[in-house]
């Protein structure tokens, strides 16, 4: 599992190891990271030309001794300084003695256009807002030249705890980041400008709990559901489907697809769309009794292509089991009604539904992924899912956020959603608790979509009929 820490604490734990090493010590354990790093990027190091954007923080003397190191080994470094009076001295020294140079006043942006690599030192962990007009410039040289460029710890631009990018920023190919991951390289808009992020050990003792957490293989197949010898298939969990309408018969469909490729052992379909789902998954259980009268289930999805069926989405919260919030049933849920609950309940809403919920516009919710979700949690008293190009999932106390980024640009497709509720809803039948189901069906969809995309588009039954194909390839 990855896992990532706020500024705050990655900071304590520096300053915690600093007091116990020589000075200067764990920078030099940073620069030496950073320069293996460059070096693998650059494959030949003798004669390549590097710059180094270097600002006024220890990011800017990491790049400088990193140069240093590369300038011993047949590199060209030369240093960009943005602010002269407030560069590094030791860094400065260190790659001065060592060969390299400091580029001549207006010869920058030439310097950054001729480069091979630029090494972004300009800005730490602790920076706010966008980059200053000089240094945008640099990046911008930086972006129209063919060099590669390498972040010291995040890029310059993109705010550490929550990924924010509220002006110029690097986008870079490569980020070395040191002792902990940092939010914004794991949650949108930041991922985006991060590229690889290569995390380099530097020795820091961090707390168990994270701010962030992200999970892996190894962890998502310790949570899949697996049935004993003895299992029948109401062992394994009935999820009722609350679905679909006249005009919506699809969504019911596709919730269906999901549920059936979950783990549970039978899915149970309430709603208008009964032929549909049956001509489609002869195996679903249908009633037109509604949810209090279908039968018993261990966890309820309700909303997908509801429309204004708002009476079924109160019985469905009545329920004392499970419950997933979806698309409709998002627009059409009592706030008091979910936060009276005590079953778990799990929301899935996408920016638009989740901007809607909290009051503000949708371009809020997209440019603060982390702060929306962890109020979204707050105020429902509700696990949530927020979907997006990273999805996160946040629980509604105070523990780690989880955040996927399994998924592809192609599962932006109309039902994909619907797909990922009847999923989620089926884990939450076998019993997982809410924050597994939703991190663990992210895991999945998006796995599945790989599988199903391959670079081409697809539609949201082809995303279900890989989901068996990414959970073989999650267990073996």
Known sequence: MRTAYSVETVRA??????????????????????????AELLGRVYGSRVVLLVGSGDNGGDALYAGARLARRGAGVTAVLLSPGR????????????????????????????ADLVVDGIVGIGGKGGLRPEAARLVDAAAGSDAAVVAVDLPSGVEADTGQVSGAAVRAD??????????GLLVDPGREYAGVVRLVGIGLDLPAEAELEALQHTDVARLLPVPAAESDKYRRGVVGIAAGSARYPGAAVLAVSGALRGGAGAVRYVGPAGEAVLARFPETLVSDAGPARAGRVQAWVVGPGAGDDAATVAQVLDAEVP?????????????????????????????????????????EVEGARLAAVRELAAAYRATVLLKGSTTLVAGPGSGPVRVNATGTPWLAT?????????LAGSLLAAGLPAL???STAAYLHGLAGRFAAQGAPVGAHDIADQIPQAWRDIRT
Request: charged share 25%.
């Open 13 to 38: 734990a520096e300053r915690a190891l600093m007091a116990r090493l020589p000075e200067g010590a764990l920078m030099q354990r940073a620069a030496a990271g950073l320069a293996a790093a460059c």
């Open 87 to 114: 560069v590094h001295a030791g860094g400065l020294a260190a790659l001065r003695r060592d060969g390299g140079s400091v580029a001549a006043e207006g010869a920058a942006e030439e310097a950054v256009r001729r």
């Open 174 to 183: 490569l980020t070395v980041t040191f002792g902990a991951y940092k939010p």
């Open 323 to 363: 419950v997933l919030l979806d698309a409709d049933g998002l627009r059409l849920a009592e706030r008091e009604a979910v936060r009276a609950r005590t079953a778990p309940t799990l929301m899935t809403p996408h920016a638009g539904e989740a901007a809607a919920l909290l009051g503000v516009r949708r371009e």
């Open 414 to 422: 109309a039902g994909s959603g619907d797909v990922l509720s009847g």
């Open 436 to 438: 597994d189901a939703g």
